[in-house]
């Protein structure tokens, strides 16, 4: 078996109101999908994290070292790759292409051989796991707080056992944020916050000490990405554990951020940090510094349900008979990508979500959605 043929596509979905987080403004989600097909006609579907029409110019630079190869050797595929970009981009986009590749090989494969990726992968640790909804991001509501608080009994009302909110605005009016959002949802639900990196390290420690009270599960992005001294400096200050790592790639940026001790929970992004091949390595990594992995999880459900397979197959460490829930990251911004590209569709029940049985990562890509809204005119 051949691969025969790789496609991009890059998605535009225009939203009908923006959202704000501390960095920027989300008007539109674009996102970059890859499509691999083999002599004997089958198909496999890939996302990856970042700018879309940069990680599509990194697929077209890669692509053609695949053409002709066998998918079931997706290891020694991964590899070809990494040293085809090695010289020019150690971290980035061309890992994000990279990934975006790698999935769909596991998603060939995994319909080649008849198996869902997890098994493939080494075999599934739990058949289902918690989502917690990522939103409560900003907007230009005059009365922000209410309508923060809205959407989080909205969530809870869901079924969802966990929430994750943003911060970020200023350390007054974070706080503020947080206490609404606590008293609207109760004491049961997890609570999380993520900064995106907007605070100095002095500003991320006063927030931490002022949110404590709050019971927050952990704190994301507390600053920036570069610090890895201040990310272990505020563990070592704060109650809160500290999250971080979706700003990282492949196992050797991943090292540097485990060995600086510079969180409780790694988040990394199977889209951009190195795809299915690499983020099982980053675990097996992150297993000997005893860091649970929490993904990074944004774009369709391509990469939703990568990230399930994914967590499927990670360890349950430290193993006992009654094991925790794992988490993963759902989020419930405006995207019709998400909704619409991927059957069957997404479904939480009972606040669960079960990893899928199905050959591959389990999804069939409607291609009349891709047609609606691609950003180029397709060929039929
Ligand atoms: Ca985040």
């Known amino acids: 078996m051949k691969i025969t043929n790789i496609e991009t596509f890059v998605l535009s ?96 494969k995994g319909k080649i051989l008849n198996l869902p990726v997890s098994v493939l992968m080494g075999g599934q640790h739990r058949k289902q796991v918690v989502p917690y909804a990522t939103g409560l991001y900003f907007s230009e509501s005059d009365d922000l707080i209410r309508k923060l608080t809205a959407e989080a009994k909205n969530y809870v009302h869901q079924g969802f056992k966990a929430i994750k909110m943003k911060v970020g605005l200023s350390v007054k009016k974070d706080v503020a944020m947080v206490k609404a959002v606590r008293k609207a949802i109760g004491s049961d639900i997890q609570l999380m916050v993520d ?21 927050i599960s952990w704190f994301e992005e507390p600053v920036s990405p570069e610090f890895y001294h201040h990310y272990n400096s505020l563990r070592n200050k704060t109650s809160i554990p500290i999250a971080g790592g979706e700003c990282e790639y492949l196992r050797y940026g991943f090292q540097q951020l485990l060995k600086s001790e510079s969180v409780d929970i790694l988040q990394v992004d199977i889209c951009g940090a190195g795809g299915l091949t690499e983020a099982k390595r980053i675990a097996t990594l992150a297993s000997t510094y005893g860091v649970p992995i929490i993904p990074h999880v944004w774009g369709t459900g391509i ?12 360890e349950p460490t430290p193993g006992r008979l009654d094991p925790p829930d794992f988490l993963i990251e759902y989020d419930r911004t405006e995207n019709n990508l998400r909704e619409s590209l991927t059957q069957p569709s997404i479904y939480m029940k ?18 009349t959605v891709i047609q609606e809204y691609a950003t180029e005119i397709l060929m039929k």
């Open 195 to 215: 900064s995106n990196h907007a605070y100095s390290l002095l500003e991320a420690t006063e927030l931490s000490r002022l949110i404590e009270p709050y019971n």
């Open 13 to 108: 979905n225009k939203l009908q109101e923006s959202f704000f987080f501390s960095q920027w403004e989300y008007s539109e989600r674009r996102i970059c999908i890859v499509k691999i097909t083999t002599d004997e006609g089958v198909v496999g579907w890939g996302e990856g994290y970042g700018p879309a029409d940069v990680i599509k110019a990194g697929i077209t630079f890669i692509a053609p070292i695949l053409i002709g190869e066998n998918p079931i050797e997706n290891e020694t595929l991964w590899f070809t790759m990494y040293r085809k970009t090695l010289d020019f981009a150690r971290r980035g986009i061309l890992a994000a292409s990279i990934s975006a590749i790698d999935v769909a090989l596991w998603d060939l």
């Open 350 to 367: 009972d606040g669960y979500i079960s990893i899928p049985q199905t050959p591959g990562l389990g999804i069939e890509v409607n291609e």
């Open 303 to 314: 990469a939703f349900h990568a990230a399930l397979h994914f967590i499927s197959n990670l």
